[in-house]
């Protein structure tokens, strides 16, 4: 399909933040956009502000007063629209030509030179990471990213002479690069099976833990989608070492590249002297006989070193230089809602994490304790969807425990109904540590008011979000009285 030729694109659940980087692509290449969500956030009046139309209300057939004709319009629909949706019967009705936003990125990537990264998590630090090192070298990429890059404060990149560029000496750097040369970094999503649209030239899976059980069904059934997005791949496949995914993929496709990384163990790429001073990372990075010393990453966390390993891997196997990378690794500020200090000082430290599963709550609430190890850590968390919470609850309970105390929110539902006997309290019931209670979130602002955290944590990918600003107020007020 030749997005050229068509003059409207239409986005069912625009907000998304995987939809919402295509719709701002979409209106970069002069398509007028419009989109529909359910809730309006930060991110759907951003895209008001750059000119893209947006509603709240299921319009149905009033529709037709936008004057769409199925000739000219793409309609662009994410999984979390019900199929009862009045504008998608709509649609659906007039033969409109509909895709999924996996079908449309794998169409957009296929024409670049994609880097792609997977992984049940790390796969959007990962991804906007590669993504910086890029924009800091030489070779400049574009991104469809699954967070908001504190960076660039967007989800998407495009490819552009920087300024840094007017430094560099060697005028070949700026020649003109066809499109199938120019590097597109993008997050490959495994909800759903998504990522299965993407084909890219270097490919990266970081974690294949269960989840999406809801999907999948079972945890082989997940990890066998992964060997799947792996074949995929056309050049160089990165995958952690300690992934068994690493034996079937060499048994089965010998002929192509596989490259391994880890920070526990020797690989291709590895990272060792990892050391906290302050709260600050340093790391060497050994790779073909080298070894990079003292790198700082500019984001904490010891799985973020993780992180930093594989999108260096990605990195210098684009064509990236050991200084450009080592400047890059410390200029990263990282992405919204990603280990994400709030505030910071000698008195109170705040982080927001998208954290959702028991290994990234895990990671994250350890990462915190070596840190702050002399401080008393208090976590908020919203469990996100019924199922993740059935399937998963004694690791719930195990990663919360590590925290000293924990303020349980209701289940964020997403697209799922309520199911029953399954409630935030069956991980309650589980974990270890004593102070531990379930509160509304209405409740949480006067409880946290009384608790004056050392240090505090908000955890979940739903709506938790909404309560950043107020914590943030009331940590604040505290700071002054």
């Known amino acids: 399909m030749n997005f050229k030729n068509i003059k409207y694109a239409y986005f069912l659940g625009i907000g998304g933040i995987g939809m919402s980087a295509i719709a701002r692509y ?53 999984p979390a629209i019900p199929k009862d949706h009045e504008e998608w019967k709509w649609f659906r009705e007039n033969n409109f030509t509909i895709m999924k936003r996996s079908q449309v990125l794998g169409l957009i990537t296929d024409e670049y030179k994609t880097i792609g990264v997977a992984g049940t998590h790390g796969k959007t630090t990962t991804s906007t990471l590669i993504a910086h090192i890029l924009k800091q070298s030489k070779l400049d990429c574009s991104a469809f990213l699954g967070g908001i890059s504190t960076n660039y404060h967007s989800n998407l990149l495009l490819h552009t002479i920087t300024d840094h560029r007017s430094q560099i000496t060697d005028k070949t750097v700026n020649r003109e690069l066809s499109i199938d040369q120019q590097l597109m970094v993008v997050e490959a999503d495994e909800f759903d099976r998504s990522f ?31 060997f799947d997005f792996a074949s995929q791949c056309r050049e160089t496949l990165i995958i952690k070492k300690e992934l068994d995914l690493v034996e079937t993929y060499n048994y089965k ?36 006989d080298k070894i990079l010393k003292d790198l ?27 200084e450009e990378l080592r400047n890059a690794l410390a200029s990263f500020t990282g992405v919204k809602r990603r280990f994400e200090y709030i505030i910071k000082n000698e ?66 539902p997403a697209r799922e109904l309520p199911i029953e006997g399954i409630t935030s309290d069956i991980i309650l019931n589980k974990m270890t540590n004593a102070n531990n ?45």
């Open 253 to 288: 496709s010998p002929q192509k590249k596989c490259k391994t990384y880890s920070i526990k163990t020797t690989a291709d790429f590895f990272a060792d002297n990892i050391r906290i001073i302050g709260d600050q990372y340093f790391f060497d990075l050994h790779f073909d």
């Open 26 to 78: 979409f209106n970069h290449l002069g398509i007028k956009v419009y989109g529909y969500d359910k809730t309006e956030t930060d991110l759907t009046k951003e895209l008001i502000s750059e000119g893209i139309e947006v509603h709240y209300e299921d319009f149905g057939i009033k529709i037709l007063d936008f004057r769409f004709n199925s000739n000219e319009t793409l309609v662009v629909l994410t």
């Open 196 to 226: 299965l649209t993407l084909h890219p030239a270097i490919s990266i899976i970081t974690s294949t833990d269960a989840d999406h059980l809801d999907i999948y069904g079972k945890h082989e059934e997940l990890k066998k989608s992964f």
């Open 437 to 481: 209670m379930l509160c509304s979130k209405k409740d949480v602002l006067e409880i946290i008011k009384n608790k004056k955290p050392e240090v505090l944590l908000t955890l979940g990918a739903g709506d938790i979000d909404q309560l950043v600003s107020p914590l943030k107020i009331i940590l604040d007020n505290l700071m002054m009285g």
């Open 347 to 412: 008195k109170q430290i705040y982080i927001d994490d998208y954290a959702h599963h028991p290994e990234e709550l895990r990671a994250t609430i350890s990462s915190v304790k070596k840190m702050y190890h002399d401080k008393k850590i208090t976590a908020i968390f919203q469990p996100h969807l019924f199922t993740r919470t059935r399937d998963f609850v004694d690791g719930f309970a195990e990663s919360l425990s590590l925290a000293d105390d924990v303020l349980l929110l209701d289940i964020y």
């Open 296 to 322: 700082y990453l500019g984001i904490p966390g010891l799985h973020n070193v993780e992180n930093a390993v594989a999108a260096s891997a990605a990195s210098i196997i684009a064509g990236v230089s050991d």
